[in-house]
């Protein structure tokens, strides 16, 4: 690794990691711990360091324990001391997570410029404000060091999921969250990056990602496996001991939001198969009230439907919910149609069905267009508050974290034996059933979805309902309750009496010791009828 560094340019880059100002307000140095020096001069290659013998550097830790900020790090040492004509090539899922590492990396050169420490700290040292960002140009996708006339030095933030995120020739490649490249190009880009970095004399190759959430087979978790049993790669793992600032109260709201797979893998640093249940049975029994569905809208809330519509092989489910203002979410119907015999789901009586939550009981009415286009266009003909929502895979996301947000938080309320339905020869499902058959599956970095297995009992019809319905709840938030209007209240021009407008709703972050609850207040405005 001496090509690329002199004994004077390598103490250098070593240095630079110390004297950048993080977040915090510290400087890096007074605070640097021991992983996070192997991991830049792991990056580097630095001389004397232990980790330039292997080309090869695989860091991972759970999600906050600064990833983006030993990258940033790194690209400002090769940038100020990289020799003339370096390239290096960060490749990253996609563009939201490159610019993650150039915030981190504007972020040095901002507090380096205006934290006061900063400025007393570079004048005790005889240096000139701003000078780490000096020299420095940003364009679309590289950032380049101009500060010594023909000295060249580029670093290329690439994106992999792209086609044409392939073919670099580059002194340094550093893999960003690799875990989570997708496919068809991540592979692909692993392939060619992992064959092409030697091509160059004293080439480098670094991943700094989480854990695995693919079973083994898949390449990145092969990858992975390689790296921490094999004798190739400087291995790094950090783990929570090792982030002391990632604190109990953080891991408390991560763990009452993210699925607990999800959480083991983020934050425990368990690899994972992707897979795990959606709820668990205790939450589900929690949530089991003595209580019938409701016969009439009698109750003050706000509803949402939620329908999944099939018609020959799947069975069709309507499910309504209700908001009241204390926070807690009431399963008041749930309508399950089997197709029987051969013969298709009676599409009339569920539609028949829709028109009276709509109509009657005041119910927004949440369809998957996939079967139910038709039917959602002729019901917000009728003047009903219809919604489609496609099937991307952010909508999947959220429905599904807010079925688990909703037992897991303890709001939802459901009677026993909800959704039981009789399927014939003695067979029956339910709600719960299909709740506890369900899987949850990590399907990209923070994007979740649940898979579901066809059989005689459906598809997870009443999930699927459910999910719908729930995603339509959570974006609700907080529903306030119209209040009475007094004589004093009537507007005077032609003697209108004056009534509350739609209820405004807001969504506020509680105590995030509690599981992120939710507190709610009272907000109206007023309108003439």
Same mark, same amino acid.
Not at 431 to 448: F, H, I, S
Not at 449 to 455: A, D, G, M
């Given at each position: 690794?001496?090509?690329?560094?002199?004994?004077?340019?390598?103490?250098?880059?070593?240095?630079?990691?110390?004297?950048?100002?993080?977040? @915090?307000?510290?400087?890096?140095?007074?605070?640097?711990?021991?992983?996070?020096?192997?991991?830049?001069?792991?990056?580097?290659?630095?001389?004397?360091?232990? #980790?330039?013998?292997?080309?090869?550097?695989?860091?991972?830790?759970?999600?906050?324990?600064?990833?983006?900020?030993?990258?940033?790090?790194?690209?400002?040492?090769?940038?100020?001391?990289?020799?003339?004509?370096?390239?290096?090539? #960060?490749?990253?899922?996609?563009?939201?997570?490159?610019?993650?590492?150039?915030?981190?990396?504007?972020?040095?050169?901002?507090?380096?410029?205006?934290?006061?420490?900063?400025?007393?700290?570079?004048?005790?040292?005889?240096?000139?404000?701003?000078?780490?960002?000096?020299?420095?140009?940003?364009?679309?996708?590289?950032?380049?060091? @101009?500060?010594?006339?023909?000295?060249?030095?580029?670093?290329?933030?690439?994106?992999?999921?792209?086609?044409?995120?392939?073919?670099?020739?580059?002194?340094?490649?550093?893999?960003?969250?690799?875990?989570?490249?997708?496919?068809?190009?991540?592979?692909?880009?692993?392939?060619?990056?992992?064959?092409?970095?030697?091509?160059?004399?004293?080439?480098?190759?670094?991943?700094?990602?989480?854990?695995?959430?693919?079973?083994?087979?898949?390449?990145?978790?092969?990858?992975?496996?390689?790296?921490? @049993?094999?004798?190739?790669?400087?291995?790094?793992?950090?783990?929570?001991?090792?982030?002391?600032?990632?604190?109990?109260?953080?891991?408390?709201?991560?763990?009452?939001?993210?699925?607990?797979?999800?959480?083991?893998?983020?934050?425990?640093?368990?690899?994972?198969?992707?897979?795990?249940?959606?709820?668990?049975?205790?939450?589900?029994?929690?949530?089991?009230?003595? #209580?019938?569905?409701?016969?009439?809208?009698?109750?003050?809330?706000?509803?949402?439907?939620?329908?999944?519509?099939?018609?020959?092989?799947?069975?069709?489910?309507?499910?309504?919910?209700?908001?009241?203002?204390?926070?807690?979410?009431?399963?008041?119907?749930?309508?399950?149609?089997?197709?029987?015999?051969?013969?298709?789901?009676?599409?009339?009586?569920?539609?028949?069905?829709?028109?009276?939550?709509?109509?009657?009981?005041?119910?927004?009415?949440?369809?998957?267009?996939?079967?139910?286009?038709? #039917?959602?266009?002729?019901?917000?003909?009728?003047?009903? @508050?219809?919604?489609?929502?496609?099937?991307?895979?952010?909508?999947?996301?959220?429905?599904?974290?807010?079925?688990?947000?909703?037992?897991?938080?303890?709001?939802?309320?459901?009677?026993?034996?909800?959704?039981?339905?009789?399927?014939?020869?003695?067979?029956?499902?339910?709600?719960?059933?299909?709740?506890?058959?369900?899987?949850?599956?990590?399907?990209?970095?923070?994007?979740?979805?649940?898979?579901?297995?066809?059989?005689?009992?459906?598809?997870?019809?009443?999930?699927?309902?459910?999910?719908?319905?729930?995603?339509?709840?959570?974006?609700?938030?907080?529903?306030?309750?119209?209040?009475?209007?007094?004589?004093?209240?009537?507007?005077?021009?032609?003697?209108?009496?004056?009534?509350?407008?739609?209820?405004?709703?807001?969504?506020?972050?509680?105590?995030?010791?509690?599981?992120?609850?939710?507190?709610?207040?009272?907000?109206?405005?007023?309108?003439?009828?």
């Amino acid at each position: 690794m001496g090509a690329w560094w002199t004994a004077q340019s390598a103490h250098a880059a070593k240095w630079l990691q110390t004297i950048l100002v993080l977040d @915090t307000g510290q400087r890096w140095g007074d605070i640097l711990l021991p992983w996070q020096e192997r991991v830049h001069a792991g990056i580097l290659g630095i001389p004397g360091s232990g #980790m330039e013998t292997k080309p090869l550097t695989w860091c991972d830790g759970p999600t906050g324990c600064g990833k983006d900020q030993q990258i940033a790090a790194a690209v400002l040492s090769i940038l100020h001391y990289a020799p003339a004509g370096f390239r290096g090539v #960060m490749l990253s899922t996609d563009h939201d997570r490159a610019r993650d590492v150039i915030e981190s990396l504007n972020g040095f050169l901002r507090r380096d410029r205006d934290e006061e420490a900063g400025i007393r700290w570079r004048r005790s040292q005889g240096l000139h404000e701003g000078w780490i960002g000096q020299g420095i140009e940003f364009t679309r996708d590289q950032i380049r060091s @101009t500060s010594e006339s023909g000295r060249d030095v580029v670093v290329k933030c690439v994106a992999t999921d792209g086609a044409s995120a392939s073919g670099e020739r580059a002194d340094l490649f550093i893999a960003n969250e690799v875990q989570s490249w997708a496919d068809p190009h991540g592979g692909r880009v692993w392939t060619e990056t992992f064959a092409r970095f030697q091509k160059k004399a004293h080439g480098r190759l670094s991943v700094l990602s989480n854990l695995p959430f693919t079973g083994k087979g898949d390449w990145r978790r092969d990858a992975w496996e390689q790296a921490r @049993t094999g004798t190739l790669w400087n291995y790094i793992p950090a783990r929570l001991a090792d982030c002391p600032w990632i604190t109990e109260e953080r891991l408390a709201i991560q763990r009452a939001t993210l699925p607990a797979t999800a959480y083991r893998r983020l934050y425990n640093c368990e690899p994972t198969d992707g897979r795990g249940e959606l709820i668990e049975a205790g939450w589900y029994d929690a949530a089991v009230r003595d #209580m019938l569905p409701a016969l009439e809208p009698k109750l003050p809330g706000r509803r949402v439907v939620g329908c999944d519509l099939g018609i020959s092989r799947d069975h069709a489910v309507v499910i309504m919910l209700r908001l009241d203002l204390t926070g807690a979410v009431y399963l008041e119907k749930l309508d399950v149609w089997v197709p029987r015999d051969g013969n298709e789901v009676p599409l009339a009586e569920v539609k028949d069905r829709l028109r009276t939550y709509g109509k009657d009981w005041g119910a927004e009415l949440l369809l998957d267009p996939f079967q139910a286009k038709l #039917m959602a266009q002729d019901l917000l003909a009728e003047g009903l @508050t219809v919604e489609t929502i496609d099937a991307t895979q952010k909508n999947a996301s959220d429905q599904t974290l807010a079925v688990v947000n909703l037992f897991r938080e303890g709001r939802l309320r459901v009677w026993k034996d909800a959704g039981k339905t009789e399927i014939g020869e003695g067979f029956s499902t339910s709600l719960r059933q299909q709740l506890l058959d369900a899987e949850v599956k990590e399907a990209n970095r923070g994007v979740y979805k649940v898979v579901q297995k066809r059989s005689r009992a459906g598809h997870g019809d009443q999930v699927s309902a459910l999910m719908l319905a729930a995603f339509g709840i959570v974006r609700i938030g907080a529903w306030s309750e119209p209040c009475a209007i007094s004589s004093s209240q009537i507007v005077a021009k032609g003697e209108e009496r004056a009534r509350p407008t739609r209820p405004q709703l807001r969504y506020i972050h509680g105590d995030h010791g509690r599981s992120n609850r939710y507190r709610y207040e009272r907000r109206h405005s007023w309108r003439a009828s």
